[in-house]
């Protein structure tokens, strides 16, 4: 079956840096995305690598190795903004968005 | 980038009555719209997929006589919840993508339906 883990819910402090991992399994493969979703607000659009490595984005990066069907978002110098869920999410191979349920993140001051 | 409107942003109604939703993407040509539902603290769930022009395709589960999807052209859906009851209150969201398959959806801000 298709299937996104991540992470429930993380925890980091402002200013540091913080790791989201997500695993997938997909029939077949068309990209990675990273979404970020504030309460009660649609998601926004982060991150889309289809390719093995690491994309920067200023403060945000996404990484993805489709061999081991991993990818993660690095958030660096983390904001009391950055507070959201993350959702990571697959693209199959009839590019339909396969959705985790995405990761709490709390920054705390 | 890309802009997606929604409208309303929020309404109220009675049980009982239809609820239209628009969707707009301003800046591009939305050949695909998605509309998404999403319950509290839970991910979106996809209902159905529209292509302009043609009918659309609804999830498993959804119901397409209660949930019409219109996509009439290609910056414009509309999804109307026929005879809402209190289990469809939910924040339905769209979303739209140009062209490719493989390209970005990009979101509508979001209608919260509640329906009392």
């Known amino acids: 079956g298709q299937n996104i883990d991540q992470p429930t819910e993380m925890t980091a402090t402002e200013g540091a840096i913080v790791q989201i991992n997500c695993t997938y399994q997909?029939?077949?493969?068309?990209?990675l995305f990273w979404y970020q979703q504030h309460a009660g607000e649609a998601p926004t659009f982060l991150s889309y690598?289809?390719l093995d490595g690491l994309e920067e984005k200023g403060r945000f990066s996404s990484f993805l190795s489709r061999s081991k069907g991993y990818s993660y978002l690095l958030l660096k110098e983390l904001q009391m903004k950055d507070s959201a869920s993350y959702l990571c999410?697959?693209?199959?191979?009839?590019?339909?968005?396969?959705w985790g349920a995405g990761t709490k993140l709390i920054i705390k001051p | 980038g890309a802009v997606v409107s929604q409208h309303p942003s929020r309404v109220i109604c009675k049980s009982g009555t239809s609820v239209k939703i628009e969707c707009r993407s301003l800046?591009?040509?939305?050949?695909?719209m998605f509309w998404y539902r999403q319950f509290p603290k839970q991910s979106l769930m996809l209902m159905a997929t529209?292509?302009?022009?043609?009918?659309?395709?609804?999830e498993q589960g959804v119901e397409k006589d209660k949930f019409l999807i219109n996509h009439a052209s290609l910056t414009l859906s509309t999804l109307t919840v026929t005879s809402a009851h209190p289990e469809d209150s939910s924040f339905y969201i769209c979303?739209?993508?140009?062209?490719?398959?493989?390209?970005?959806?990009?979101f509508g801000p979001g209608t919260r339906l509640l329906v009392l």
């Open positions: 800046d591009f040509q939305a050949t695909t």
């Open positions: 997909t029939s077949g493969f068309n990209g």
């Open positions: 979303s739209a993508r140009s062209g490719r398959a493989q390209e970005t959806q990009y």
């Open positions: 529209s292509n302009e022009g043609s009918k659309a395709t609804y």
């Open positions: 690598n289809v």
């Open positions: 999410v697959s693209m199959d191979s009839n590019y339909q968005l396969i």
